[in-house]
């Protein structure tokens, strides 16, 4: 159904001479020229493909694989589940007849670890690996050890928009790499510079005098995310100039028929408001103007909670390259970019691998369920930081995923089971079995999102407020009082903001917990509402926060000494009084005038008690001598953490 010849085209007849000599190749060309539409079907059109074999084309977002293989579908005359069909997290469409099927690169781990020899797979596309997503990383060194292991005839096409194919092709051998040009209309690109209204107002700004300037063509605008699509959309709708045009959100949690709108074509002009889904994955036709924001929620490690969190960051000058490139598919085009060219310089010329990025203990996890024991030495693409695999690996023996020697245990299969943080599998694994997996829910909800209670200035105000919710073991339980109060009614705005309660927080950790007792009830978890057991809970925290115990050093102060022999200081405004010995669930690292202060803060009084009995090992004189490849870097000692801690002696000496 494409009209015109795509640039793609030019490499059909190389692309199968490559497969047929090898079985990897290199693809590197402009978005929009044809690569994730058209490679997947000539792979099955020119025979390479065994019949009864399937193409999995890997695409890091959900939105895109839907939408391309309704595309590809359209473009085949077929229905989608029949010959193209795709399968994400909570979507998938397709049947025994699918030869081409869009996944996202998750799912690729998922089927690996049912299906390590991916028995009914002919070929596997990685599309948009420039985007260098985590999980490409891992599949792509996966699909390269099995395809020297056991599965030769398995092809693989890794595909480009901007990457450097050198690196790559290298990586796969010297495997061929092939290029196409694309074609590309002038762009003039200008910047708007900062401002002091919102980004919304600013961009409905810009695009009303682009929607001017330009005799024709849409215009697409980038923003990071979909509370900032909805403004923008919102203050587009009232912009004057703009009443003629149509104006379109485009984002991965819209439901499917709105996404489709904002492909579809208008007789009237068009305003698209995306994510950075539109940068490289989807392609738009017939936009002539670009109004980028600069910014993107991007997955970054986040020290305060200990998991993996989206920010809002400045993209790189990479990214804002390819989001003006959007303008100048068909025609000569116009980009308007809401900051300054002084500070365009000084922004990253691109951004970093998530791989550096994030936190890798559901990685590491997942790898060692799929069989990998040594992490050093696997295939990776680009190694992870030594120290942050080491974290990962600490975090995953402190939570009890994996044993002395680095095997995951019974307790790690479990959790890798869990599609979340393995910190918080093991929350609600403990839950379950403590009966608590509600309030559980409630807490996990509180703790990933915003502050709960706002400071009260009114003094008298505050002591009012620390009365009502009472003497505590545990902030959470300050937190899941306040939260029950403003719930009971219904987030009252006046009434939330009396106790300093921030109503919007509150709203959120209901919409969490949700999320989080879906997900619970999911895996078979009793989920119901009970009465609050503070024992049970406290004794979950414990084992999803053991890496975080600290001990008070000594009782008129905040200061206190951690595993891993770490020091810190409660924060001021914790309600654990005297609390000899806690878990923080939130750790924030301060640096002044280089020394760092670590300050602990969502404390939860523990009970030594526990401790022996849920981690007699630690307490063992004989368990510290063990040989331990993966961990020989990390900490000999670590399994004595809880009984020096504990036993340390000495109001403010130090623990050892
Ligand atoms: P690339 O992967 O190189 O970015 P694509 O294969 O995604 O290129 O797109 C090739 C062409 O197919 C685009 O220029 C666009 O015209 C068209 N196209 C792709 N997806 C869709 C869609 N969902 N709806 C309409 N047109 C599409």
């Not at 690569?35 to 977002?61: C, F, H, N, W, Y």
């Not at 002091?196 to 063509?217: F, H, I, N, Y």
């Not at 804002?320 to 308007?336: F, H, K």
């Not at 709960?452 to 545990?474: H, Q, V, W």
Request: with cysteine; glycine share 8%; proline share 5%.
């Amino acid at each position: 159904m494409a009209t015109t010849r795509l640039p793609i085209e030019d490499l059909r007849a190389d692309l199968a001479a490559a497969l047929r000599a090898g079985n990897r190749v290199v693809l590197s060309a402009p978005t929009g020229s044809g690569k994730s539409t058209q490679v997947p079907q000539m792979l099955i059109d020119e025979g390479l493909v065994p019949a009864g074999k399937e193409v999995i084309v890997l695409q890091p977002r959900r939105l895109a694989a839907r939408m391309l293989a309704r595309r590809v579908a359209e473009e085949r005359g077929a229905t989608l589940g029949g010959e193209v069909g795709f399968h994400i997290r909570f979507d998938r469409v397709f049947g025994p007849q699918t030869r081409i099927k869009f996944v996202t690169e998750g799912i690729l781990l998922r089927m690996m670890l049912t299906d390590p020899e991916l028995k009914g797979v002919g070929a596997i596309v990685f599309d948009e690996f420039h985007e260098r997503h985590l999980h490409g990383d891992l599949g792509i060194a996966m699909i390269r050890q099995l395809q020297e292991k056991s599965r030769p005839d398995l092809l693989m096409a890794v595909m480009s928009a901007t990457l450097e194919t050198g690196q790559l092709s290298a990586y796969l051998g010297g495997c061929p790499i092939l290029k196409a040009e694309g074609r590309m209309f002038p762009i003039e690109v200008r910047y708007a510079g900062a401002g002091e209204a919102s980004v919304w107002e600013r961009a409905a700004q810009q695009t009303a005098k682009l929607v001017q300037e330009l005799p024709e063509g849409d215009v697409l605008i980038f923003m990071p995310g979909a509370y900032e699509i909805r403004r923008t959309v919102e203050e587009l709708q009232a912009t004057r100039g703009l009443r003629e045009c149509v104006v379109l959100p485009l984002h991965g949690e819209l439901p499917p028929t709105e996404q489709d709108a904002a492909v579809a074509r208008y007789d009237t002009r068009k305003i698209v408001v995306a994510t950075n889904v539109a940068e490289t994955s989807l392609t738009i036709d017939g936009i002539r103007g670009v109004v980028d924001a600069g910014l993107a929620r991007v997955a970054r490690f986040d020290p305060h909670r200990g998991i993996n969190t989206l920010l809002i960051e400045k993209i790189s000058q990479a990214s804002a390259e390819q989001r003006a490139g959007r303008a100048g598919r068909t025609a000569p085009g116009i980009c308007l970019r809401l900051w300054t060219q002084k500070e365009h310089e000084h922004r990253p010329p691109r951004e970093l691998a998530e791989i550096r990025r994030v936190d890798l203990a559901e990685t590491v996890l997942t790898l060692k369920l799929a069989g990998y024991a040594e992490l050093e030495h696997f295939p990776w693409f680009e190694p992870p930081e030594e120290k942050s695999l080491a974290r990962a690996l600490t975090l995953l023996h402190d939570l009890g995923a994996l044993d002395a020697a680095g095997a995951l245990t019974e307790m790690g299969r479990r959790m890798a089971s869990f599609p979340m943080h393995p910190r918080y599998a093991r929350l609600f694994l403990a839950a379950q079995e403590l009966g608590c997996v509600w309030h559980v829910a409630v807490i996990a909800a509180l703790a990933q999102g915003r502050n709960l209670l706002m400071p009260i200035d009114n003094k008298r105000r505050r002591e009012e407020r620390e009365d009502l919710l009472g003497d505590t073991a545990s902030d959470f339980f300050h937190l899941l009082r306040a939260w029950g109060m403003a719930r009971k009614q219904n987030y009252n705005m006046g009434f939330c903001r009396q106790w300093g309660i921030h109503g919007g927080a509150a709203r959120e950790a209901e919409r969490g917990a949700g999320q989080f007792l879906r997900l619970a009830q999911a895996q078979g978890l009793d989920t119901g509402e009970g009465p609050l057991d503070e024992e049970a809970v406290r004794r979950c925290l414990l084992l999803a926060f053991s890496d975080q115990l600290a001990k008070r050093l000594d009782r008129g102060t905040l200061r206190c000494a951690l595993v891993h022999g770490r020091k810190g200081e409660l924060r001021r405004h914790s309600a654990l009084r005297d609390a000899p010995l806690f878990v923080a669930a939130e750790i924030d690292e301060i640096e002044t005038r280089g020394d760092v202060t670590v300050y602990l803060s969502l404390a939860t009084e523990i009970d030594e008690v526990w401790l022996k009995e849920y981690f007699p090992e630690d307490f063992n004189d004989s368990s510290e001598t063990f040989y331990d490849p993966d961990f020989k870097r990390v900490e000999c000692r670590r399994l004595t953490r809880f009984r020096d801690l504990v036993l340390a002696s000495g109001e403010g000496d130090d623990p050892d």
